[in-house]
């Protein structure tokens, strides 16, 4: 391969790579949260952006160092999911067939954030840029990438491996899943149901902002980002099988590498309708998705 | 809940109905004509017209059918490109408008599909993943809706004889197309097919038992709702100006939904009244536009969250307090 090749593969493999973690642990948010309390959270977009923004004001306005305002990040929405699950969530626990009602309440959600953000951030800047967690670039062969990207990427794929043994081997992980399988047996077996509910809400959102703060400290973003990965965080919870952790990781990760693929070769815009197309089909045909158990 | 006394027979239902009618289409051209001094509120109150004509076909597909189309803004979008397309090329407007509502139709009806299969929710994602699709497709197809950009300065139709036609006189024909939309809504509801769209509504399993051909009347539903949405958006783009994207958007579907689930959904006046007081509180605001969105935002969980019927149940409760268990049963199973 010559040296031009060897480089635009490089790029593509590492844009694939930071793009599909990060698109994996929003799915992987917006997914353990549909697969136990039926909430499809088409607000996921707004959330992501929410800490991106957040991050933005801690680093650049406030002057706080990234990686604490990583951990600040991700932290505030611990309380953020239990306000917004006392004030609203809470309501619909028992209602039946809750998801429609929860995807239009979450569509009301989005609304009103987009408005906040555009009558605030969007009045501020067009673009946003936050400082590197760290500086410096390594050479992978001839191909030079920012230490900063690299760091994106292990945090990001450290989130998603410590996600995978907190549901595997934790107390709480092993409850969830077994309220995702099925509710009623596992309050059977002693699984307090509703508190599992509160804990996925919460780790859920935890994941999404994680995915957020990380987008923002590897690229700059603006305010539309939100709507796209709103809609791509649907496409891949879809196609992955709503409530599979495994399949919005790795249909995350095929996304990630589309995109990166796609955006080599043709624009964007074709990258989006294919996403949209895949998921059309898998509604039409296979509504419980690929990795469903 | 309207089809709850169907004892009454068909006339003394339109005699029932003929008052709050004839209010409608004398308020419908008479409060443009008296605002005729003020271009500015009399623009408004045309907008305000053209929302009842897309919030009726929103409630005949969202109340009456218990789908939730949330690509509805996209097929009015469908329908402004062809008619300001074609109008551009050198058709009649007034030929335009009917090829476009026709074509809107044609497409809302294809776009429906998937409601054969899908229900609540799905069906309601699957619809906003074909209002993306159209969104982005306005985007992508540049040469024949300029892109990002849209299309600026579209006149008003031509006049017969010569010149364009006046503004207040545009104003005429949409409280025209606003009465007519309604007056179609109700002899919808008042006829067999409204009926079977509404046991389709409660339960299509067992409306498909009883000998329904679900198949035939969702379509059919698609189609009359998609005409609707493309007559209103035809009409929306020379009264406006100005169509874009952005214009027939997944919020302006969002909108116009909040108009008919606010006002409440399957009743006739519910959601004329959503279109009557949200349409002009969005111009109230228009200094702080994006203060409009959160306003919208905060009605979309008030509804999800307190009533569930929007106003127009609210009113009706208090009134029919004889039967709330069955109106509340309705809501449950309305909210599938």
């Not at chain 1, 590492?14 to 959270?41: Q, R």
Request: net charge positive.
């Amino acid at each position: 391969m010559s040296n031009a090749n060897w480089i635009l593969f490089l790029s593509t493999l590492s844009t694939g790579l930071i793009l599909g973690s990060i698109f994996s642990l929003v799915a992987a948010g917006v997914t353990i949260v549909y697969g136990s309390i039926w909430m499809p959270n088409a607000a996921n977009g707004q959330f992501f952006l929410l800490a991106a923004l957040f991050g933005w004001t801690l680093t650049v306005s406030w002057g706080i160092h990234p990686a604490i305002a990583a951990i600040l990040v991700i932290g505030v929405s611990v309380p953020l999911s239990y306000l917004l699950e006392v004030l609203l969530i809470k309501r619909f626990y028992d209602v039946p067939n809750r998801n429609i009602s929860y995807f239009v309440l979450s569509l009301g959600i989005t609304q009103i954030l987009a408005g906040v953000f555009s009558l605030t951030y969007g009045q501020w800047s067009d673009q946003f840029q936050l400082p590197p967690l760290i500086t410096g670039i390594t050479f992978i062969g001839p191909f030079p990438i920012a230490n900063n990207r690299l760091a994106v990427l292990a945090l990001a794929i450290a989130i998603l491996a410590g996600l995978f043994l907190l549901l595997r081997f934790h107390r709480y992980g092993r409850a969830l899943r077994a309220v995702f399988q099925n509710r009623d047996a596992a309050a059977l077996r002693g699984v307090n149901v509703k508190a599992s509910y509160s804990m996925s809400f919460a780790l859920g959102n935890a994941v999404i902002f994680a995915g957020g703060i990380l987008f923002a400290l590897a690229y700059s973003f603006d305010l539309t980002v939100a709507w796209t990965m709103a809609i791509t965080a649907f496409a891949i919870m879809i196609i992955g099988g709503p409530g599979s952790v495994l399949g919005a990781v790795v249909i995350g990760m095929v996304f990630g590498f589309t995109q990166a693929i796609v955006s080599v070769v043709a624009s964007p815009t074709i990258a989006a309708f294919s996403y949209l197309g895949a998921m059309l089909v898998i509604l039409l045909f296979k509504p419980s998705g690929l990795f469903a158990k | 809940m309207t089809d709850s006394s169907s004892t009454t027979s068909l006339s003394s239902d339109w005699k029932k109905i003929a008052g709050p009618l004839g209010a409608f289409t004398i308020l419908a051209f008479a409060i443009p004509a008296l605002l005729s001094g003020n271009r500015y509120l009399a623009f408004v109150a045309g907008i305000t017209l053209i929302h009842i004509v897309w919030t009726s076909g929103m409630n005949l597909l969202y109340g009456y059918t218990g789908l939730m189309p949330l690509m509805f803004a996209g097929i009015a979008g469908i329908s402004a490109y062809f008619a300001v397309d074609l109008t551009a090329s050198g058709w009649s407007f007034w030929v335009a408008l009917p090829v476009g509502a026709l074509a809107a139709s044609i497409a809302g009806t294809i776009l429906g599909l998937p409601s054969l299969r899908l229900k609540g929710f799905y069906f309601t994602l699957c619809s906003l993943v074909i209002q993306t699709v159209i969104t982005l497709g306005f985007v992508y197809f540049a040469n024949l809706t300029n892109g990002d950009t849209g299309i600026s300065q579209i006149p008003l139709p031509a006049a017969p004889g010569s010149g364009t036609i006046s503004a207040p006189a545009f104003d005429l024909i949409l409280a025209a197309a606003a009465v007519i939309g309604v007056v179609v809504l109700i002899a919808i509801t008042r006829s067999a097919l409204g009926k079977r769209l509404i046991a389709i509504r409660e339960d299509d399993e067992l409306a498909e038992m009883l000998g329904i051909n679900v198949t035939r009347y969702k379509m059919t539903a698609f189609f009359i709702g998609s005409l609707f949405a493309g007559v209103g958006g035809a009409l929306y783009a020379p009264y406006i100006g100005f169509i874009s994207p952005r214009s027939f958007d997944v919020l302006i579907s969002m909108n116009i939904w909040l108009m008919v689930a606010f006002g409440g959904r399957g009743t006739i006046w519910g959601p004329v009244a959503g279109a009557v007081i949200l349409v002009p509180l969005s111009f109230l605001l228009q200094e702080y536009y994006t203060v409009k969105d959160v306003i919208y935002g905060l009605l979309i969980i008030a509804v999800i969250v307190l009533m569930p019927g929007g106003i127009a149940s609210g009113l009706k409760r208090t009134t029919r307090a004889t039967e709330p268990v069955a109106a509340g049963a309705a809501e449950q199973r309305g909210a599938k």
